[in-house]
């Protein structure tokens, strides 16, 4: 798997581990030889962690998430809507 975009639209299902195996083996080569797409793998890794993280302390600051979820244009807490 050489293309970028590519990588980075099977990185959901990487970090959620529903990527076949095949998959899974393309997006480590790719991420090897692509300091871009290990970043934006970093990043991603991180911020599941973190708000899992603040999630399960109920420390997360009102509005937060909310916020991060615009920004990802994702739904994070699962309440089925962005924001
Ligand atoms: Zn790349």
Do not use: W, Y
Request: hydrophobic residues 35%; negative net charge.
């Amino acid at each position: 798997m050489d293309d970028c975009n590519e990588t980075i639209r099977e990185l959901e299902a990487f970090l959620d581990g529903s990527l076949s195996e095949d998959g899974h083996h393309a997006i480590h080569a790719h991420l090897e030889g692509c300091s871009d797409c290990l970043q934006a793998f970093d990043f991603q890794a991180e911020l599941r962690t973190v708000i899992a993280a603040k999630c399960r302390n109920d420390e997360m600051p009102p509005g937060l998430l909310s916020r991060i979820e615009q920004c990802f244009n994702e739904d994070f807490d699962g309440d089925g809507r962005i924001g």
